[in-house]
Structures are given as C-alpha cells and as structure tokens.
C-alpha cells in the first residue's frame, strides 16, 4: 500500500483530481493530505475523493496554514473521510481517535505509551523510533534532492530511487510513504529562477525507478523559450524510456500548440506522472 504525502498545493490537489476523474490512480495509492489553503480546490478534490469512494486520508491538525484555527479545526473533523494526526504530543493525551497517526517529530513519538495502540503509523526510518513505536508502520521516506537553486540539479541530472518501494514488506513495514516529487521540508513560496525545472519519474530497463532533472538553459530571454527547450529533453528521454502518462500528455498539449503552460501546470504534470507510474508499477 502507498500512502504518498501532500501538503495540499494547488496544482498537487489539481494532479489528484485529474487522475481520479481518468480513472487512472489505483486504489492501493491513498494520499495523505495536509490541508494548508481552505481553498475550492481543496473541497472539490475531497469531494471526488468521496464520490469516487478512493480511500484518501485528512490531517485534521495541519501544522501551518489557513486551518489553524478553532472553526477550520471543526471543519477537518466533521469530514466523513478517514483522518489522520500528527503526533505534536504523547498520543495517550490526545482526545480523539485518528485512521492514521503521523510521526513528523521524534520527542512526542517518544513520549507516548504505544503498548495498546493498533492504529497504523507513519513514520521515518529512525532505529529509536521504530523500537518504540507498538503497531502497524508505514516507512515514511523523503527520496527527493531538495537544492537551493534549479540550476544545482544540472550535477546530479538523475537519481536512483530507493528499493524500498520493492521490499517494504520484506522490511517488516505494511505500507510506504513519501512526499512525492517534493522534500519533507515544507515551503509556502517559490522563488523566481532563470531556469526551468522539470523533476520527472521513469521506469528504467532494468524496473528501477529512478527521476531525472530536466533543467533548461537560463541564457534563453523567454519562459516559452525555456520551456521549448526542456520539452525536447523530454522527449528525447521519452525515446529511450517511454513513460506514455496523462502527465506527458499534458506537456505534449502545451507543446504542440508553442506555449508555455505555467509553472504549476509543469508540476500537476511531473505529479501525474509520479502517481501513475507508482500505480502501475506496483498495482496492476
């Protein structure tokens, strides 16, 4: 079971969206959401969660955003979809009863009396905290190279993904989890960049997953001009490990027609991308 992990972006939320309505995310994929803007966006995607009956998970104590007050704590816990908790205290202090316990600190993990817990929980490869902690686990990892500037991922142009998405249950865990094409580390905003970065998933020859960076040149003036240029990369790549995804498609529009989609159009894409090959590589 995948359990990928989203703090309720946009255009992540628009990528969810897309893919159920497609029909294209497996039922064994059930993200977990931190919701962060009180948003349409975010109402429209539970609700399609719902009414496509897609297990999914709501943090109903999101530790930044607009949620972080009495009434928008009401509001997460009156959703009727499954919830889930971050531990930020000893869980036997907690008044209710979470579907998911999520670990993003060691102290109150540590803190807290599991010996009767059955509740599954999400949580990161640390020895001390997986002695500790009694119940069913979810490896949480943090697979993606987060650098300070798009055009650092030009050094390391592909990455190897941990095999972990293979041997999860060989490794005692009853599900994964990661943050998708994104870090741990949670950030509000974008900076502007001379490049263009597209953070792409693809299955190699030998069924390794592996993501490379597509980064375009930043002498070229124009937005559309660096977006030309790292279409033909992808391409390229797609000649030799084809990923044939709604995510693809999506770039292929905005190609074929010589315009640049935005940069959150670019991130739905590498999103779809990620979460579709997941489910077919692992679910079907």
Request: proline share 6%.
């Amino acid at each position: 079971m995948y359990y990928p992990y989203f703090r309720g972006k946009q255009f992540d939320l628009l990528a969810l969206k897309s893919l159920l309505e497609m029909e294209q995310l497996s039922l064994e994929v059930q993200p977990v959401i931190e919701p962060i803007r009180q948003s349409k966006t975010f109402w429209d995607t539970v609700e399609l969660f719902q009414k496509k009956a897609h297990p999914f998970f709501v943090i109903v104590n999101p530790q930044a955003g607009d949620f972080l007050t009495e009434e928008g704590s009401r509001l997460l816990q009156t959703l009727p979809n499954a919830k889930a908790y971050i531990i930020d205290q000893p869980i036997e202090t907690i008044d209710c009863q979470p579907d998911l316990w999520v670990v993003h600190g060691s102290a109150p993990a540590l803190a807290s009396d599991w010996s009767k817990n059955q509740t599954p929980i999400l949580v990161g490869q640390e020895f001390r905290l997986l002695k500790k902690i009694q119940g069913p686990k979810i490896l949480m990892h943090d697979f993606f190279t987060r650098l300070p500037r798009n055009s650092f991922y030009q050094e390391v142009p592909e990455e190897v993904l941990p095999t972990v998405y293979q041997h999860y249950e060989q490794q005692g865990f009853s599900g994964y989890s990661d943050f998708s094409i994104d870090s741990k580390i949670y950030y509000a905003h974008s900076y502007p960049s001379k490049t263009i970065v597209l953070h792409w998933l693809f299955i190699d020859q030998q069924q390794k997953l592996r993501i490379t960076h597509f980064v375009s040149d930043e002498s070229l003036e124009t937005q559309k001009e660096k977006f030309l240029q790292l279409m033909s990369q992808v391409l390229q790549h797609e000649e030799i490990y084809p990923t044939q995804t709604s995510g693809l498609e999506l770039l292929l529009e905005a190609y074929e027609k010589d315009k640049f989609p935005g940069m959150g159009v670019l991130r739905k894409a590498a999103v779809m991308n990620h979460l579709e090959l997941i489910s077919r590589y692992h679910f079907t």
